[in-house]
């Protein structure tokens, strides 16, 4: 009988973990009507605008970017059922060490950055996938992805992104004039 409580509530316990992952994922992710909202595309004026414009998307959008890298690689593994398999067990990965969490991971007591996490399971999934003889799949769906993601960020404006200062790729200089550490003006 108690066997059958600690069930139910391990249960209910997994379930309300895979809710709030859920919910944290809809949290972080930028509404898809902004991600793709076709008046804010346009050319750069210069080389300088576009890594600026790459840079703010990437940080702006990863979410979005990270799915969108993701589906691109499973529907290249459709005809390749073990290796979707294999891809689906690393994205259960992704959805509780990525897109699930709302503190961050600490590793031996040392915080790990999201940009270093991402990279990290990057990594795994591409050799998961390579080991089971997909490689070709994998390079090919892994460069058209990246190639679509840059030209996404290269084109998309910035202008009507809203930041937070924390979310910025400039938050480090950001901080340094907000919180009156700067005394240079």
Not at 107 to 131: H, N, S
Not at 132 to 145: R, Y
Not at 146 to 158: D, E, K
Request: no cysteine; net charge negative; glycine share 6%.
């Amino acid at each position: 009988m108690s066997s059958t409580n600690s069930n139910s509530n391990s249960d209910t316990g997994f379930l309300s973990r895979v809710k709030s992952t859920a919910q944290s994922l809809t949290a972080t992710r930028r509404p898809w009507r902004d991600f793709l909202d076709f008046s804010s595309f346009n050319l750069p004026i210069s080389l300088s605008d576009a890594t600026t414009r790459i840079s703010q998307n990437l940080t702006h959008f990863r979410v979005n970017y990270t799915i969108t890298l993701l589906s691109i690689l499973f529907v290249s593994l459709i005809y390749h059922p073990v290796s979707l398999i294999v891809f689906l067990l690393t994205l259960v990965a992704w959805f509780f060490f990525y897109f699930g969490r709302d503190d961050p991971l600490t590793v031996f007591g040392f915080l790990v950055d999201d940009r270093a996490v991402a990279a990290a399971l990057f990594v795994v999934t591409v050799i998961a996938l390579v080991l089971t003889h997909v490689w070709a799949n994998v390079l090919v769906s892994v460069g058209v992805g990246v190639g679509l993601v840059i030209l996404h960020a290269g084109l998309r404006s910035t202008d009507d992104l809203v930041m937070d200062d924390q979310e910025s790729p400039y938050a480090v200089l950001l901080d340094d004039v907000q919180g009156g550490v700067y005394d240079g003006f």
